[in-house]
């Protein structure tokens, strides 16, 4: 192991730790203001936001408009997350931008952002995972994409759920079915609704879009983009036989 990874793996142990604690009274309270600011959203809001996440989960598994970059093969994983760890940051500011322009717009604007958001927030997990070598053109490892934006947005308590699942990927990938037909994707994505994003609700009020959308873009790419590195560091170091991974537990001890 060399000296990086060994950085890495300790920072590992402090993100896995954070992702399987219990909801804490603030999560709790946070979750109940969430809620109760989205009873005041329209149902017309609500329906678009529905229809945004399940056309990105259709998209994301069965399209190719994603699927565009090829994996790249570095010999380090210090050399791999400088190059992801840039196009965050690229994505960032390109995200902010076009936040800020569109929560000045106003409300239809605003709208109408909301899938655009998602689908630059997946071409960042596609690029990202091509960094890492993965190999996208492969349903299992689209699925993971969508583990990792679930892990994102989750609260609390789905976010243990959805990271038990990541951290013993290599048996959830071999039980997963040969073929994309088989698997539930509808019910997959019905999941995401009560958790993704509700952030974004802000952009829509009048007078403060334009700063909530420049700033809550760019927090929420940021998240995205840490979330994806460690996702895929973890299996790094997985598959360098570095980590023993226990589906439900800590993968790093002492």
Do not use: C
Not at 100 to 129: N, Q, S, Y
Not at 169 to 196: C, G, M, V
């Amino acid at each position: 192991m060399t000296e990086y990874e060994e950085k890495i793996k300790h920072e590992l142990q402090k993100w896995q730790l954070k992702m399987q604690k219990h909801p804490s009274r603030v999560d709790r309270i946070s979750k109940t203001v969430q809620d109760k600011i989205n009873s005041f959203i329209p149902d017309k809001i609500h329906d678009t936001i529905t229809s945004a996440i399940k056309q990105m989960t259709r998209a994301v598994l069965f399209g190719a408009e994603f699927t565009t970059s090829a994996p790249v093969f570095m010999s380090s994983l210090e050399q791999v997350d400088k190059a992801v760890q840039s196009k965050i940051e690229f994505y960032k500011k390109a995200g902010a931008a076009e936040g800020g322009i569109t929560g000045a717009g106003g409300f239809l604007l605003a709208m109408a952002e909301f899938p655009i958001l998602i689908g630059i927030k997946m071409k960042l997990l596609f690029d990202i995972a091509a960094l890492y070598g993965k190999q996208v053109d492969d349903y299992r490892e689209r699925l993971f994409i969508l583990h990792i934006f679930q892990l994102a947005f989750s609260s609390q308590k789905n976010r243990q759920k959805v990271y038990n699942q990541m951290a013993d990927w290599n048996t959830i990938n071999q039980a997963l079915p040969e073929d994309i037909h088989q698997f539930d994707w509808k019910s997959f994505q019905q999941e995401y609704r009560d958790y993704i994003d509700l952030a974004k609700m802000a952009q829509l009020i009048p007078g403060i879009g334009a700063a909530v959308g420049l700033v809550v873009n760019y927090r929420l790419l940021n998240q995205l983009g840490k979330t994806a590195m460690n996702a895929y560091r973890m299996r790094w170091l997985q598959e360098k036989n570095m980590l023993n991974p226990q589906s439900g537990q800590p993968l790093i001890t002492g």
